[in-house]
Protein backbone atom coordinates (compact mmCIF):
# COMPACT_ATOMS: atom_id res chain seq x y z
CA UNK A 1 0.00 0.00 0.00
CA UNK A 2 1.34 3.65 -0.65
CA UNK A 3 1.53 5.98 1.75
CA UNK A 4 3.68 8.78 3.71
CA UNK A 5 7.50 8.56 5.07
CA UNK A 6 9.74 11.02 6.42
CA UNK A 7 12.53 11.67 4.74
CA UNK A 8 16.15 10.10 5.05
CA UNK A 9 18.50 11.64 7.33
CA UNK A 10 21.78 13.33 5.26
CA UNK A 11 23.63 12.51 8.48
CA UNK A 12 23.11 9.25 9.15
CA UNK A 13 23.54 8.27 5.57
CA UNK A 14 26.76 8.65 3.12
CA UNK A 15 26.26 7.95 -0.56
CA UNK A 16 29.42 5.76 -2.22
CA UNK A 17 31.62 8.02 -4.76
CA UNK A 18 30.46 5.80 -8.07
CA UNK A 19 27.26 4.41 -8.86
CA UNK A 20 26.81 0.35 -9.03
CA UNK A 21 24.92 -2.04 -11.58
CA UNK A 22 21.43 -2.71 -8.72
CA UNK A 23 19.40 -5.73 -9.48
CA UNK A 24 15.97 -5.27 -9.02
CA UNK A 25 14.49 -7.52 -6.01
CA UNK A 26 11.30 -8.66 -6.42
CA UNK A 27 9.43 -6.22 -3.54
CA UNK A 28 10.56 -3.13 -5.14
CA UNK A 29 9.59 -4.40 -8.56
CA UNK A 30 6.01 -4.83 -6.73
CA UNK A 31 6.89 -1.35 -5.31
CA UNK A 32 7.13 -0.44 -8.73
CA UNK A 33 4.01 -1.57 -9.90
CA UNK A 34 1.81 0.32 -7.38
CA UNK A 35 3.63 3.42 -8.81
CA UNK A 36 3.25 2.71 -12.00
CA UNK A 37 -0.03 2.21 -11.62
CA UNK A 38 -0.67 5.90 -9.86
CA UNK A 39 0.87 7.35 -13.13
CA UNK A 40 -1.60 5.39 -15.24
CA UNK A 41 -4.74 6.67 -12.99
CA UNK A 42 -3.51 10.07 -14.07
CA UNK A 43 -2.78 11.22 -10.71
CA UNK A 44 -2.31 14.82 -9.91
CA UNK A 45 1.55 14.56 -10.31
CA UNK A 46 2.20 17.16 -7.97
CA UNK A 47 1.13 14.82 -5.19
CA UNK A 48 4.11 13.05 -5.90
CA UNK A 49 6.13 15.23 -5.90
CA UNK A 50 8.77 14.79 -2.38
CA UNK A 51 11.35 12.39 -0.91
CA UNK A 52 8.58 11.27 1.51
CA UNK A 53 5.60 11.26 -1.25
CA UNK A 54 5.29 7.63 -1.83
CA UNK A 55 6.28 4.43 0.49
CA UNK A 56 5.84 0.70 0.97
CA UNK A 57 7.62 -1.81 3.52
CA UNK A 58 10.38 -1.69 1.34
CA UNK A 59 10.80 1.59 -0.48
CA UNK A 60 10.38 5.25 -0.19
CA UNK A 61 10.28 8.21 -2.49
CA UNK A 62 8.73 10.18 -4.96
CA UNK A 63 8.99 13.12 -7.50
CA UNK A 64 12.32 15.28 -7.93
CA UNK A 65 10.90 19.16 -7.68
CA UNK A 66 11.31 20.79 -11.15
CA UNK A 67 11.83 17.42 -12.65
CA UNK A 68 10.18 14.70 -14.25
CA UNK A 69 12.66 12.13 -12.31
CA UNK A 70 11.69 10.35 -9.75
CA UNK A 71 14.18 9.26 -6.81
CA UNK A 72 14.11 6.38 -4.33
CA UNK A 73 15.53 4.76 -1.17
CA UNK A 74 15.05 0.93 -1.66
CA UNK A 75 15.65 -1.04 1.94
CA UNK A 76 16.97 -4.23 1.16
CA UNK A 77 14.90 -7.09 3.50
CA UNK A 78 17.44 -8.50 5.30
CA UNK A 79 18.26 -4.92 7.07
CA UNK A 80 21.97 -4.62 6.04
CA UNK A 81 22.32 -2.29 2.68
CA UNK A 82 20.11 0.90 1.81
CA UNK A 83 20.14 1.79 -2.20
CA UNK A 84 19.03 5.23 -3.89
CA UNK A 85 17.91 5.04 -7.34
CA UNK A 86 16.43 7.79 -9.80
CA UNK A 87 14.54 7.14 -12.96
CA UNK A 88 11.78 8.71 -15.18
CA UNK A 89 8.61 7.58 -15.84
CA UNK A 90 9.58 5.09 -18.42
CA UNK A 91 11.54 3.28 -16.63
CA UNK A 92 9.18 2.93 -13.79
CA UNK A 93 6.60 1.32 -16.01
CA UNK A 94 9.62 -0.92 -17.43
CA UNK A 95 10.45 -2.01 -14.28
CA UNK A 96 6.68 -2.71 -13.11
CA UNK A 97 6.01 -4.85 -15.84
CA UNK A 98 9.44 -7.02 -15.69
CA UNK A 99 11.18 -5.27 -18.85
CA UNK A 100 13.77 -3.99 -17.14
CA UNK A 101 16.41 -6.12 -15.08
CA UNK A 102 19.13 -3.50 -14.01
CA UNK A 103 19.93 -0.51 -13.05
CA UNK A 104 22.32 1.95 -11.47
CA UNK A 105 21.95 2.85 -8.13
CA UNK A 106 23.82 4.40 -5.79
CA UNK A 107 24.86 2.13 -2.00
CA UNK A 108 24.24 4.41 0.90
CA UNK A 109 26.39 3.55 3.80
CA UNK A 110 24.56 3.01 7.19
CA UNK A 111 27.26 1.22 9.01
CA UNK A 112 30.01 3.84 9.03
CA UNK A 113 28.84 5.56 12.71
CA UNK A 114 30.96 7.54 15.22
CA UNK A 115 29.80 8.89 18.60
CA UNK A 116 27.77 12.14 18.21
CA UNK A 117 26.92 13.08 22.00
CA UNK A 118 25.08 12.03 24.36
CA UNK A 119 22.23 9.04 24.24
CA UNK A 120 18.59 10.60 24.31
CA UNK A 121 15.56 8.69 25.57
CA UNK A 122 12.07 10.19 24.65
CA UNK A 123 8.66 9.28 25.83
CA UNK A 124 6.19 12.05 25.94
CA UNK A 125 5.50 15.11 22.83
CA UNK A 126 6.52 17.53 25.83
CA UNK A 127 9.95 19.19 26.61
CA UNK A 128 10.11 17.32 29.87
CA UNK A 129 9.18 13.79 28.53
CA UNK A 130 13.01 13.72 27.60
CA UNK A 131 16.54 12.83 28.99
CA UNK A 132 19.85 13.18 27.62
CA UNK A 133 21.64 10.26 29.34
CA UNK A 134 24.41 11.51 31.52
CA UNK A 135 25.30 8.33 32.75
CA UNK A 136 23.76 4.57 32.33
CA UNK A 137 23.08 4.47 36.19
CA UNK A 138 20.82 7.75 35.38
CA UNK A 139 19.13 6.64 32.67
CA UNK A 140 18.56 3.10 34.49
CA UNK A 141 16.30 5.17 36.97
CA UNK A 142 14.07 6.23 34.14
CA UNK A 143 13.37 3.19 32.47
CA UNK A 144 12.35 1.60 36.41
CA UNK A 145 10.52 4.85 36.13
CA UNK A 146 8.57 4.22 32.91
CA UNK A 147 8.34 0.18 34.03
CA UNK A 148 6.65 1.74 36.91
CA UNK A 149 4.18 3.81 34.48
CA UNK A 150 3.34 0.80 32.76
CA UNK A 151 2.31 -1.15 35.73
CA UNK A 152 -1.03 0.75 35.04
CA UNK A 153 -1.01 1.04 31.65
CA UNK A 154 0.93 0.33 28.09
CA UNK A 155 3.55 3.33 27.83
CA UNK A 156 6.16 3.88 24.86
CA UNK A 157 10.02 5.44 24.74
CA UNK A 158 12.07 5.75 21.75
CA UNK A 159 15.77 5.67 22.15
CA UNK A 160 19.13 6.93 20.52
CA UNK A 161 22.34 5.69 21.32
CA UNK A 162 25.49 7.28 21.11
CA UNK A 163 25.85 6.23 17.72
CA UNK A 164 22.67 7.40 16.48
CA UNK A 165 21.13 4.06 16.24
CA UNK A 166 17.45 4.48 17.29
CA UNK A 167 14.59 1.94 19.23
CA UNK A 168 11.15 2.45 19.86
CA UNK A 169 10.42 0.44 22.76
CA UNK A 170 6.64 -0.74 24.46
CA UNK A 171 6.71 -1.39 27.97
CA UNK A 172 3.41 -3.15 29.11
CA UNK A 173 3.69 -4.37 32.68
CA UNK A 174 6.55 -6.61 33.15
CA UNK A 175 7.29 -7.13 29.86
CA UNK A 176 8.33 -4.87 26.96
CA UNK A 177 8.11 -5.02 22.95
CA UNK A 178 11.73 -3.48 21.09
CA UNK A 179 11.79 -2.44 17.70
CA UNK A 180 15.06 -1.66 16.66
CA UNK A 181 14.41 1.14 13.57
CA UNK A 182 17.95 2.26 12.97
CA UNK A 183 21.47 0.37 13.94
CA UNK A 184 24.63 -0.65 12.12
CA UNK A 185 23.26 -3.78 12.22
CA UNK A 186 19.97 -2.92 10.43
CA UNK A 187 16.42 -3.33 12.00
CA UNK A 188 14.39 -5.75 13.73
CA UNK A 189 11.46 -6.54 16.22
CA UNK A 190 12.05 -8.24 19.15
CA UNK A 191 11.28 -12.40 19.38
CA UNK A 192 9.08 -13.46 22.60
CA UNK A 193 7.55 -16.36 22.83
CA UNK A 194 6.08 -17.82 19.35
CA UNK A 195 3.51 -19.27 20.30
CA UNK A 196 1.23 -16.53 21.94
CA UNK A 197 -1.62 -14.96 19.95
CA UNK A 198 -2.26 -12.48 22.14
CA UNK A 199 -2.16 -8.32 21.11
CA UNK A 200 -2.77 -5.10 22.91
CA UNK A 201 -3.41 -1.96 21.38
CA UNK A 202 -1.27 1.41 21.95
CA UNK A 203 -1.24 5.19 20.77
CA UNK A 204 1.61 6.67 20.85
CA UNK A 205 2.40 10.38 20.26
CA UNK A 206 4.90 10.12 17.11
CA UNK A 207 3.57 6.26 15.60
CA UNK A 208 -0.01 6.53 16.52
CA UNK A 209 -2.49 3.74 17.09
CA UNK A 210 -0.20 1.05 16.82
CA UNK A 211 -1.25 -3.14 17.91
CA UNK A 212 1.41 -4.74 19.94
CA UNK A 213 1.69 -8.74 19.47
CA UNK A 214 2.62 -10.91 23.14
CA UNK A 215 5.18 -13.15 20.35
CA UNK A 216 7.28 -9.69 19.91
CA UNK A 217 7.00 -8.87 23.61
CA UNK A 218 10.23 -10.29 26.49
CA UNK A 219 10.72 -9.59 30.24
CA UNK A 220 11.25 -6.74 31.41
CA UNK A 221 14.63 -7.71 33.33
CA UNK A 222 16.45 -8.71 29.90
CA UNK A 223 14.74 -5.78 28.10
CA UNK A 224 16.16 -3.30 30.44
CA UNK A 225 19.50 -4.36 30.41
CA UNK A 226 19.75 -4.86 26.72
CA UNK A 227 18.33 -1.00 26.76
CA UNK A 228 20.85 -0.03 28.77
CA UNK A 229 23.53 -1.57 26.17
CA UNK A 230 21.73 -0.34 23.54
CA UNK A 231 22.68 3.48 25.01
CA UNK A 232 26.10 3.03 24.97
CA UNK A 233 26.91 1.15 21.64
CA UNK A 234 23.75 0.32 19.47
CA UNK A 235 23.32 -3.33 20.09
CA UNK A 236 21.27 -5.79 22.46
CA UNK A 237 23.19 -8.05 23.57
CA UNK A 238 23.14 -11.89 23.55
CA UNK A 239 19.97 -12.08 25.16
CA UNK A 240 17.56 -10.48 22.57
CA UNK A 241 16.70 -12.36 19.39
CA UNK A 242 15.94 -9.89 16.90
CA UNK A 243 13.49 -11.00 14.03
CA UNK A 244 14.78 -9.22 10.78
CA UNK A 245 11.73 -7.07 10.47
CA UNK A 246 9.59 -4.15 11.05
CA UNK A 247 6.26 -2.57 10.01
CA UNK A 248 6.42 -0.21 7.82
CA UNK A 249 4.83 2.11 10.56
CA UNK A 250 7.91 2.35 12.42
CA UNK A 251 10.46 2.19 10.06
CA UNK A 252 10.13 5.30 9.29
CA UNK A 253 11.38 6.67 12.42
CA UNK A 254 14.86 5.04 10.96
CA UNK A 255 14.77 8.33 9.07
CA UNK A 256 14.42 10.59 11.56
CA UNK A 257 17.96 11.26 13.74
CA UNK A 258 18.07 12.75 17.30
CA UNK A 259 19.40 15.87 15.89
CA UNK A 260 15.96 16.20 14.39
CA UNK A 261 14.41 14.88 17.64
CA UNK A 262 16.35 17.23 19.34
CA UNK A 263 15.57 20.39 16.95
CA UNK A 264 11.50 19.63 17.69
CA UNK A 265 11.90 20.29 21.33
CA UNK A 266 13.65 22.42 24.01
CA UNK A 267 17.17 21.36 25.35
CA UNK A 268 16.30 18.13 26.93
CA UNK A 269 17.81 17.85 30.83
CA UNK A 270 20.29 15.46 31.97
CA UNK A 271 19.02 15.29 35.25
CA UNK A 272 16.12 12.36 35.85
CA UNK A 273 14.56 14.80 39.05
CA UNK A 274 13.89 17.77 36.24
CA UNK A 275 11.89 15.02 33.85
CA UNK A 276 8.86 13.96 33.86
CA UNK A 277 8.53 11.28 34.89
CA UNK A 278 9.84 12.42 38.61
CA UNK A 279 5.91 13.09 38.87
CA UNK A 280 4.14 10.92 36.61
CA UNK A 281 5.13 7.69 38.02
CA UNK A 282 3.39 6.44 40.92
CA UNK A 283 6.48 7.49 42.63
CA UNK A 284 5.45 10.34 43.00
CA UNK A 285 2.69 9.96 44.80
CA UNK A 286 4.36 7.13 47.16
CA UNK A 287 7.32 10.17 47.66
CA UNK A 288 4.08 12.80 48.80
CA UNK A 289 2.91 10.42 51.11
CA UNK A 290 5.72 9.69 52.58
CA UNK A 291 6.95 13.46 52.65
CA UNK A 292 3.52 13.99 54.78
CA UNK A 293 3.61 11.11 56.87
CA UNK A 294 7.31 12.44 58.13
CA UNK A 295 6.98 15.95 58.47
CA UNK A 296 3.61 15.23 60.46
CA UNK A 297 5.72 12.86 62.59
CA UNK A 298 8.39 15.89 63.34
CA UNK A 299 11.24 13.57 61.64
CA UNK A 300 11.96 15.94 58.76
CA UNK A 301 12.22 19.60 58.61
CA UNK A 302 11.82 20.94 54.44
CA UNK A 303 11.68 24.30 52.73
CA UNK A 304 8.13 24.41 52.20
CA UNK A 305 8.34 26.83 49.40
CA UNK A 306 10.38 24.38 46.81
CA UNK A 307 8.18 21.38 48.04
CA UNK A 308 7.35 20.15 44.97
CA UNK A 309 10.95 20.13 43.69
CA UNK A 310 11.86 17.94 47.09
CA UNK A 311 9.15 16.03 46.61
CA UNK A 312 10.47 15.11 42.57
CA UNK A 313 13.74 14.16 44.07
CA UNK A 314 11.91 12.13 46.46
CA UNK A 315 10.32 9.89 43.87
CA UNK A 316 13.82 9.63 41.94
CA UNK A 317 15.00 8.35 45.20
CA UNK A 318 11.87 5.65 45.85
CA UNK A 319 12.31 4.72 42.09
CA UNK A 320 15.67 4.08 42.92
CA UNK A 321 15.73 2.12 46.48
CA UNK A 322 12.80 2.40 47.73
CA UNK A 323 10.91 -1.33 47.14
CA UNK A 324 15.03 -2.49 48.31
CA UNK A 325 15.02 -0.11 51.53
CA UNK A 326 11.44 -1.60 52.86
CA UNK A 327 13.73 -4.89 53.66
CA UNK A 328 17.23 -4.19 53.39
CA UNK A 329 19.37 -2.18 56.17
CA UNK A 330 22.02 -1.14 53.83
CA UNK A 331 18.99 0.17 51.60
CA UNK A 332 17.37 2.49 54.43
CA UNK A 333 20.70 3.83 55.82
CA UNK A 334 21.08 4.84 51.49
CA UNK A 335 18.17 6.28 51.21
CA UNK A 336 18.64 8.41 54.93
CA UNK A 337 21.77 9.68 53.42
CA UNK A 338 20.65 10.86 50.41
CA UNK A 339 17.24 11.87 51.31
CA UNK A 340 19.24 14.14 54.20
CA UNK A 341 21.09 15.91 51.57
CA UNK A 342 18.52 16.78 49.37
CA UNK A 343 18.15 20.18 48.35
CA UNK A 344 15.24 21.67 50.20
CA UNK A 345 15.47 19.08 53.38
CA UNK A 346 17.09 20.98 55.99
CA UNK A 347 17.44 18.43 58.62
CA UNK A 348 16.26 15.00 58.90
CA UNK A 349 15.88 13.30 62.33
CA UNK A 350 14.35 10.08 61.08
CA UNK A 351 16.64 7.08 61.56
CA UNK A 352 16.97 3.58 58.97
CA UNK A 353 14.44 2.21 60.79
CA UNK A 354 12.17 4.94 60.98
CA UNK A 355 12.23 5.29 57.33
CA UNK A 356 11.22 1.55 56.95
CA UNK A 357 8.01 1.87 59.18
CA UNK A 358 7.25 4.92 56.92
CA UNK A 359 8.08 3.38 53.85
CA UNK A 360 5.98 0.03 54.41
CA UNK A 361 2.96 2.84 55.81
CA UNK A 362 2.82 5.18 52.94
CA UNK A 363 3.75 2.65 49.47
CA UNK A 364 0.18 1.95 48.82
CA UNK A 365 -2.37 4.78 48.88
CA UNK A 366 -4.91 4.38 52.21
CA UNK A 367 -8.11 2.94 51.18
CA UNK A 368 -11.29 4.37 51.88
CA UNK A 369 -13.54 3.10 54.98
CA UNK A 370 -16.83 1.00 53.52
CA UNK A 371 -19.77 0.98 55.91
CA UNK A 372 -21.26 -2.51 56.16
CA UNK A 373 -25.09 -2.98 56.79
CA UNK A 374 -25.69 -4.33 60.08
CA UNK A 375 -28.20 -7.66 59.25
Known amino acids: MVGWRLDLDPVLVVRSEMRQSFQIPYDLREFMREVSDQLDSGADRSSLVGPDALQTECARGGRIEDSDQYEFTYFAADGHGRWQIVVGEQQIHDIAHGQLFEIEADQLDTNTRTSRGEALIVWGEYDEDALRVRSLFDLGIVLDALHSMAQLEPCTLRMWSVTDDQALVVINGDECAIFVVASGDGYGTSIGDPTRSDQFDIVDHDAGAMTVFGRDCIPWRVGRLALIQFAEDGKLGGEVILEGSISSQLLMFGDFDRQAELESRHAPTADPAMSSVAMKSPNAAWAKRLLDSLLDLQLIEIDTSIRDAVTARLSILLTQLG??????????HSLQRSLAK??????????????????????????????????
Open 323 to 332: TEAQDSPEAA
Open 342 to 375: LRGVGALFATAGDLQISLRRTQDAPTMPVDVPLS
